[in-house]
Every structure is written in structure tokens, then in C-alpha cells.
């Protein structure tokens, strides 16, 4: 057992539930200011880069990358509120999380069905659907040397770090989330939901492109959207998948150490910190995802024990990428190269 294994098993898993019980009531104050400065920062940081787009495309650039840190808060409040975390009322909960959804181009409805399933399997090495979600997922050593040659070339390029961190993000969000292509035909609500969402964008860009031209329509959102998603997936990804992160043996996955050791907490500067909306404390999210992202670090500094999980800083979290497949015998993820595949 590794060092930060132990204070997690010495405490059963209702005490670190009761532990973060306390957090989970949202404040409405909280929340509508929350939103005003989230979705009311994007619409100006856009506003803003429309008026300059024709005078300095430095201005406008710059402004891209403020629109894309409110975009990336947006979509934690999207977040919270297909948690039904965000609001009391599930209603309100419901109509913020679709005016969210047409902002990050995720359908609100199918993106919190689908991540809903992400809470019941993540690091569970029995429940997990090797190859479905790359960013939370991973085959262990021995799964992968089971593979073909031409199967473990593929694997290794769609984990390359420009294909699966640059390339794949900004496809995902734009073109993939435009149709149910993964949605069982049961989930009728969730497929209309992602038609209903197409329609609405579909108005809102030629209602745009009439008023200010669809060429400056699309250089403003392209611009706004490929990094706000390059961002986004990135702190998905580094969250779930990094080098000393914990997967449970089959049959043996227990939720507090899968949400405290499975999760990083990652330590961000306060201003990063802010965008994000606090979803560095991944950890403390996992173990309670009722608990609004304005409340998780007075959760995480208000108990000891839910701070013995692993850490990562900016920094360190930006290497994690080198780390794809799970060792079954080391206990912890490893590179393609330490795992013997010849890559890197």
C-alpha cells in the first residue's frame, strides 16, 4: 500500500461522505453571481471581439483567449448543474444547464446522461470500456500487448498528445456533439436534445452572420472555441488519467479511494483557479458531485482527510500525457516506452 493509500483506508466511506455532507446546500446569491460573471463575461469578451476584429487582430486574438477562460467557467456551471448541484431547483438547474449548453456546444441533455455514467465506472479496472473515453480510460500493459500490431499503432496515435490534447478536442465539441453518434436509440429525449441544440445554434449563427458578416461569425467562434475545448478536455484528462493516480483491482473498487486517489487535486494559480471554476478540487468533486464548484476548497481546506489523495501543479500536470496504459504490477500508469512498446 502506497503512502497516500493509508489515511484514505483508515476511514470508512460514509465518515469522508459525512465529511463533505455539510457542503452541498448551493447559494442562490452564490449562483446568479456566478452566472453573471461567467456567461456575462463571455458575451462581452465576444461583444468585444467583434467591434475589434477589423482593427487589430492582436486585440482580437488576445480577447479570444479571455473569451475562451469564460467559456471554460461556463461549461463547469453546465457542469454543476447536470449535477443538479448549482441550484436547488431542478428546474433551474435544467434551463441554465441548456442556455450553457448552446454556449459550449455540448447538449445538456445526453452530455449529463453520459457523465452521469463517468460517476459510476471511473478507475474501476471491471467496469471500465477499454477504449471508449481516451481521457479517463486506459487499457493496462498487459491489455495492450494482447493487441495486434496494427491495433496498438492506432492506440499509441489516437494518445499522441497533438492528436488526443490539440486535434481531437476542438472535432469533439464542433462536430461530433452535433449528432448522437454514440447514444443507444433509447435515449429518444437526449437525441432530441442534441437536434433541438442544432437548431438553436443553427439560428443563432445565421442571425449573426446576417447582422455582422459569417465570415467574421466564424472566425470569432473558431477562435473562442478551439482553445476554451483544448482547455477543457485537458483538465478532464489530467484529473482522471496521470501517473500515480489509483485503479481498482476487479471486484475490489470502493468509492472513497476511487473519488481521493483516483482523482487529482490540481493546484492551480488563483486566477487559473477562477476560470476553471475550481474544478482542480477533482477529488473532493468526486467524492460528493452535489456539492457546488463555489464550495469545493472550503470543503478541501475544512478536512484533513480529504487532503491525503495525490497533487499536481500546473506544471507537473502538463507532462502527464506521457502516461497511457495502466501497470497492473507497479500499481501505477506508465509511458508506452516503460512499458516496453518501443514508443515513446
Known amino acids: 500500500m502506497s503512502d497516500i493509500e493509508a489515511p484514505v483506508a483508515d476511514h470508512s466511506q460514509r ?104 460517476h459510476g465506472v471511473w478507475n474501476d479496472l471491471e467496469r471500465r470500456h477499454s477504449g471508449a473515453d481516451i481521457y479517463s480510460s486506459c487499457l493496462t500493459v498487459a491489455e495492450y500487448h494482447a493487441l495486434s500490431p496494427w491495433r496498438r499503432r492506432l492506440y499509441r496515435f489516437a494518445r499522441h498528445p497533438l492528436v488526443a490534447n490539440v486535434l481531437l478536442p476542438p472535432l469533439v465539441f464542433i462536430l461530433l456533439f452535433r449528432v448522437p453518434f454514440d447514444m443507444p436509440k433509447a435515449w429518444r429525449r437526449e437525441r432530441r436534445g442534441v437536434y433541438a441544440t442544432d437548431a438553436a445554434l443553427v439560428a443563432v449563427i445565421v442571425g449573426l452572420g446576417l447582422l455582422v458578416g459569417f465570415g467574421h461569425v466564424a472566425a470569432v467562434q473558431l477562435s473562442v472555441m478551439v482553445p476554451a475545448s483544448i482547455i477543457g478536455v485537458w483538465l478532464f484528462s489530467v484529473q482522471h488519467r496521470f501517473e500515480h493516480t489509483h485503479w481498482a483491482e476487479r471486484g475490489k473498487w470502493r468509492f472513497g479511494d476511487a473519488a481521493l486517489l483516483g482523482s487529482s487535486y490540481l493546484r492551480l494559480p488563483r486566477v487559473l483557479q477562477w476560470f476553471t471554476g475550481n474544478i482542480g478540487f477533482h477529488h473532493i468533486h468526486h467524492l460528493d458531485p452535489r456539492i457546488p464548484n463555489y464550495r469545493l476548497q472550503a470543503c478541501h481546506d475544512a478536512n484533513p482527510v480529504l487532503r491525503t489523495g495525490p497533487s499536481l501543479t500546473l506544471w507537473s500536470g502538463l507532462v502527464q500525457w506521457r502516461f497511457a496504459l495502466w501497470d497492473e504490477v507497479r500499481g501505477r500508469m506508465v509511458s508506452f516506452k516503460s512499458a516496453g512498446t518501443g514508443a515513446p
Request: include cysteine.
Open 15 to 118: 465518515d469522508l461522505r459525512a465529511a463533505a455532507a455539510g457542503f452541498q446546500t448551493p447559494s442562490l446569491v452564490k449562483s446568479l453571481g456566478q452566472a453573471a460573471t461567467s456567461l456575462g463575461g463571455f458575451l462581452v469578451a465576444c461583444t468585444a471581439m467583434y467591434l475589434t476584429i477589423g482593427i487589430s487582430l492582436l486585440i482580437t486574438a488576445v480577447l479570444a483567449l479571455v473569451a475562451a477562460g469564460f467559456l471554460v467557467r461556463v461549461f463547469i456551471i453546465q457542469h454543476d448543474c447536470g449535477h443538479g448541484s448549482f441550484f436547488k431547483s431542478r428546474r433551474a438547474n435544467h434551463a441554465m444547464g441548456l442556455l450553457c449548453g448552446l454556449l459550449t456546444l455540448a447538449p445538456y441533455a445526453s452530455w449529463r446522461r453520459q457523465h452521469a455514467g463517468h
